[in-house]
């Protein structure tokens, strides 16, 4: 029998929260990335056989070039002009070299059953040309033992295409490119000893099936976005991993179509901006342990992890794992564990799958069906193990802020960090900052929600004075937080439940509120709203196992 924790679903602001943040990130968030932009039409463009200005035949040591104008025969073989070459045969020990610097064109290679060895250097590498774009039919592979550069290489922007098979074997990276990685067809099979592509501008995908079955890092670009086709990954570290932080777009991940399947040791996803999911099917795996996360976006201000649209399931370890945060569509983060080799389902007609390679202790889903009155069980190895994922909306706070602080809180207590006290400031109508109680796994007796959020709002806003900022609370402040919100300049506090709600929950705020001289404050600075949804919260705190402090 599986371990699993269930956690009773009934307490989560579901469709209100996604809606509201949907508003607020809307500019982030919102329109669906196009392909358009992204592509030429030569990234598409099939090139056929006989269209071809030169071949380059490969025998053993040798490669010979049809046509020598354009480049010359021997090892390296050199093509020197821009054009539509064929590959074919099988060397040992020859590579090919693209050097044409004027850059007045692209250079197609057809790759017609080849099969290459290189021991030093690239089998495969474009040193000086406008555009290189490898279009594969047969079946053919690179490999190179070398522990520096990749099989394919490219200083340039890099297109693989076709219909047919590409297998890479790389003592370092698979296939890596200095500009921007685009994939829009083939099917290639990557085993590499670091990462399985590399495209320092960037890798774009919108076709073709890549599988990185052996990899350091899976995917390594400034910025990773996937319309379509068919990614597999398994890494040793992370999976996606979008590094670069130069201009806005840089270094984010955005899948919006075809079918991505992640495990990664690290982060399944890693950006050092927004992660965004807006279509497709995303299935992730990240780590077991508690050092990375499943997703993890970047710490700026204007990144944001939300998904829009498509059908998600991941899983990994509960530590760090955070659930999507805005978008348009519903998702959950639930804990529930299993092991490697586990078949994790969510059953709600979708009938996604997943299979863990590793243990993990949480599962983050979301697709268009499920919604506020729907209703999926999430099921991992055993038919014992499983989650019924259900919302009751009789808990949903009123306040949309109120409904983002009671989220909060539920991701506290949760993970028994602390009481069910969650927190968001609020200006110009936008959350610009939000925490929730950590007191326990934090051994902080100072680290109340009211707290967090103001410690994360002014770094945010980059200051400590808050004026023209509203406080949504679901616990009545305590003085503590009282008047740091008044350091603060926060201008109203809007709290759920009562200091006497807080005593009945066994708090120790009654004592300590009434040493404070409530009527000395501003007129109505502490306005209580939403007080039924957050007694909910405060019932499903003391239905959990919890620790007073
Ligand atoms: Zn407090």
């Known amino acids: 029998m599986l371990p699993v924790k269930k956690h009773s679903p009934s307490l989560l602001p579901a469709v209100l929260c996604g809606l509201f943040l949907f508003l607020l990130l809307m500019p982030l968030c919102a329109s669906a990335e196009s392909a358009d932009p992204y592509f030429s039409k030569s990234d598409y463009n099939d090139v056929v056989a006989e269209a071809a200005d030169a071949v380059i035949t490969l025998e053993g040591d040798h490669g010979t070039l049809s046509d020598t104008t354009r480049g010359r025969s021997g090892n390296p073989v050199v093509i020197e002009r821009k054009g539509i070459y064929r590959i074919t045969g099988s060397s040992d020990g020859v590579t090919i070299q693209i050097r044409e610097p004027k850059k007045s064109g692209n250079v197609y290679l057809i790759l017609e059953n080849v099969s290459m060895v290189s021991r030093d250097g690239p089998c495969i590498a474009s040193l000086a040309s406008e555009k290189t774009i490898v279009q594969c039919t047969g079946d053919s592979s690179l490999t190179c033992s070398a522990d520096q550069g990749a099989a394919l290489y490219a200083e340039d922007d890099l297109t693989v295409n076709g219909s047919g098979r590409l297998n890479i074997e790389s003592g370092k990276n698979g296939i890596q490119c200095r500009g921007v990685l685009r994939i829009t067809g083939s099917r290639l ?18 076709g073709g099936s890549v599988t990185v079955e052996k990899s350091y890092e899976g995917l390594e670009g400034g910025q990773v976005l996937v319309f379509d086709g068919n990614l597999q990954v398994t890494a040793s570290d992370d999976g996606i991993n979008a590094a670069s932080d130069e201009g806005r777009l840089q270094g984010d991940v955005r899948i919006s179509g075809g079918t991505v399947a992640i495990h990664a040791s690290g982060d399944a996803i890693d950006s ?7 279509g497709g099917t995303v299935l992730a795996e990240g780590p077991g342990n508690n050092r990375n996360s499943i997703f993890d976006k970047g710490d700026g201000a204007d990144a944001v992890l939300c998904v829009n649209g498509g059908t998600v399931l991941a899983v990994g370890s509960a530590e760090k794992a955070k659930n999507f945060s805005g978008g348009t569509q519903y998702s959950r983060l639930e804990p529930v564990s299993g092991h490697a080799g586990d078949v994790i389902s969510a059953d709600d007609s979708s009938g996604v799958q997943l299979v863990a390679s590793r243990d993990f202790s949480c599962v983050i889903y979301s697709s268009p069906s499920f919604t506020e009155s729907s209703r999926i069980q999430i099921t991992s190895g ?44 609020v200006k110009d109508g936008e959350i610009v900052g939000r925490g929730h109680n950590t007191v326990l796994t934090a051994h902080d007796a100072s680290a109340h929600g009211e707290i967090q959020a103001i410690r994360d709002a002014g770094q945010n806003l980059n200051t400590h004075d808050l004026s023209g900022c509203d406080l949504y609370t679901t616990g009545e402040p305590c003085p503590m937080c009282l008047f740091a919100c008044l350091w603060a300049n926060i201008d109203r506090v809007y709290y759920g439940c009562t200091i006497e709600d807080n005593s009945v929950i066994g708090f120790r705020d009654g004592g300590f509120s009434e040493m404070v001289d409530k009527e000395a404050l501003p007129d109505n600075y502490l306005v209580c709203i939403d007080r039924e949804a957050c007694l909910r919260l405060f019932e499903e705190y003391q239905r959990l196992s919890h620790t007073l402090y």
């Open 382 to 425: 055993s038919p014992a193990g499983r989650a019924d994922l259900e919302q009751d909306p009789s808990v949903i706070a009123e306040n949309p802020f109120m409904a983002v602080a009671v989220q909060e809180a539920l991701e506290g207590i949760t993970y028994q960090q602390g009481g069910p006290f969650g927190c968001v400031i």
């Open 189 to 206: 099979l990557v085993r590499a000893e670091n990462d399985g592509l590399k495209g320092k501008h960037g890798i774009y995908m919108d």
């Open 272 to 278: 050092n901006h927004s992660i965004v999911i807006d």
